[in-house]
């Protein structure tokens, strides 16, 4: 599976960031071989259409599943059109890395 | 004559004070008030204009024609706003985030797009009190794009020898703002001596400024506040065409409805001066 996270930093100790458009990395996580890479959100930059921006990014790179702490209604309207799942962080920040873990382990919620 | 009045933060009185400014020349002359405030109109409150008519605003966004569309991602690429996005094959389109510029059409190179029109809120037209001409645009709620109706509201009058426009703008000192400033002779400043005050009035002077167009100001709330308002005025050396102290009567009879000039009808010799040293500041800045 290829896994979107938005986070804070560009390495997996980074805090995930709870924006999806305006986060400033986006992390490309493949969880057959853990391999990822970091990207610089194109949305972070934007004056406007943030969310349809960085979901764009996300689609081109076919992504499974994305990962944020929430998702706007453009950026969601995208993911379902695309059928890309999203799923939502728990509360408490925690890293990339833990997002990973925590996705793996069937443990992030569902955005509905 | 095209007059703005601004202020960046809101509820500085610029309200008050374009009502009250349209009230004392309506005698001198036509008067045509623009209320540019789309997202949140007030004017006619203090002007209580009977509508006569009132019309769409629309603009025209793209549809995807699927039957020609080749999906080859040009009109995603040129679209400036990201009000268009590629899933697959599909083209979507996100009509809260287009500014109708014709990009996406215009590039199209299979003529897949068509435009079709988008009411994003309403203009109205009417007469006021004292027969002011009163042009009313209103965004409709959840539509984030205030420009195209303020472009499209002073389009109802274009400038008119004789004739005094005056435009209520919206706070703040972004695209709206500008919108309304845009080609008007003369804008007209009004600030209270607070913090929030002062840092918006910075940021309208360096807007005025990049447009050049001349400025005056109207400090409200006068003694209320500190110095600080002083330093700004000597340092870019505006004019500061009138004060108005702080009043609590003043205050709740405008909370009622009634206008600055209703309140104070001594006000209406003020404005007046306050439009021949306008006028002044005008005929000066275009020599």
């Known amino acids: ?112 | 004559m095209q007059i703005a009045v601004a202020s960046g933060k809101g509820g500085t009185g610029k309200t008050t004070i374009a009502t009250s400014l349209a009230l004392s020349l309506s005698n001198l002359a036509r008067i045509r008030f623009f209320d540019c405030d789309v997202e949140a109109p007030n004017s006619h409150i203090f002007l209580k204009p009977r509508f006569e008519d009132i019309s769409p605003a629309v603009i025209q966004i793209p549809q995807i024609q699927i039957d020609k569309c080749t999906a080859c991602g040009r009109c995603v690429e040129v679209c400036e706003f990201h009000a268009l996005a590629q899933v697959g094959r599909n083209i979507l389109v996100f009509p809260q985030l287009c500014h109708g510029c014709g990009s996406c059409t215009w590039n199209c190179p299979e003529n897949a797009i068509i435009e079709v029109p988008n009411q994003i809120g309403t203009l109205e037209r009417g007469v006021g009190r004292e027969n002011i001409e009163f042009f009313r645009g209103q965004l409709t709620i959840s539509e984030p794009m205030a420009t195209p109706i303020i472009r499209q509201l002073k389009k109802m009058g274009r400038p008119a020898e004789g004739t005094i426009d005056i435009f209520d703008a919206p706070p703040g000192a972004s695209c709206s703002v500008v919108e309304t400033l845009h080609g008007v002779d003369f804008a007209l400043l009004v600030t209270e001596p607070t913090p929030f005050g002062l840092h918006d009035l910075k940021q309208m002077l360096g807007i005025l400024r990049d447009l050049n167009i001349p400025a005056g100001l109207v400090i409200n709330r006068d003694g209320i506040g500190d110095d600080s308002l002083v330093d700004i005025i000597e340092k870019q050396q505006i004019p500061v065409l009138l004060r108005v102290p702080f009043d609590r009567k003043l205050a709740e009879s405008l909370a009622a409805g009634q206008s600055l000039v209703d309140v104070m009808p001594s006000y209406r010799q003020v404005f007046m001066r306050l439009y021949q040293q306008i006028s002044k500041l005008v005929e000066g800045s275009k020599k």
Do not use: C
């Open chain 1, 1 to 112: 599976m290829k896994l979107v996270i938005s986070a804070q930093n560009s390495n997996l100790e980074s805090p995930v960031d709870n924006r999806f458009g305006r986060s400033q990395w986006l992390i490309l996580f493949d969880t057959q071989s853990d391999q990822w890479k970091a990207f610089q959100n194109p949305g972070a930059s934007q004056s406007g259409g943030a969310g349809v921006a960085a979901a764009q990014f996300v689609v081109d790179h076919a992504a499974d599943v994305v990962i944020s702490g929430d998702f706007g209604p453009n950026a969601a309207r995208a993911f379902q059109s695309a059928n890309i799942e999203m799923r939502l962080f728990p509360k408490q920040t925690l890293t990339v890395q833990e997002a990973v873990d925590l996705y793996k382990n069937d443990s992030l919620r569902k955005n509905t």
